[in-house]
């Protein structure tokens, strides 16, 4: 081996190698391989985490609100991140929704309360006044301790 480094964030390693009979030199990546996250959902059923499925939902949530895709990119892999780190290896729905809105707070209101309408199935304008009033709220605790 010639060289060994973080890779992709820190989740892989990069190694430069050679070989001993005929000095061809390459590289591979090593990855730590993650046991699938199962997600249990409202009906009950069970479904093996979906990285794409997520970042889609997001991608709609934050349509014409400014963020950068790489943003998003980040805040699914700060997710994946955290539901592998947890105990088991089944999570509810409702936790990833609930892990979701709280990033998505702090990124854009716009994005949140299109994400909550979905996710916490509004089912009128009172709802949403209900969300809006609920961020207001924050933001007037927010201010009042600084």
Not at 79 to 100: K, M, P, T, Y
């Amino acid at each position: 081996m010639l060289e060994s480094r973080a890779a992709d964030g820190g989740r892989s390693v990069r190694r430069r190698r050679e070989c001993l009979n005929c000095e061809f030199r390459f590289t591979t990546y090593e990855r730590v391989e993650t046991v699938p996250i199962t997600v249990i959902k409202r009906n009950g059923n069970r479904e093996t985490f979906s990285r794409t499925k997520l970042l889609h939902g997001l991608s709609r949530a934050c349509e014409k609100t400014g963020l950068p895709p790489e943003r998003l990119e980040t805040l699914v892999d700060e997710l994946e991140l955290a539901l592998q780190q947890r105990n088991g290896r089944e999570v509810s729905s409702h936790d990833i929704g609930e892990l979701v809105l709280e990033q998505l707070k702090e990124l854009s209101e716009v994005a949140y309360v299109r994400f909550a309408s979905v996710y916490r199935q509004f089912s009128g304008v009172n709802d949403f006044v209900a969300t809006l009033e609920g961020i207001h709220a924050s933001k007037t605790r927010l201010e009042a301790l600084v």
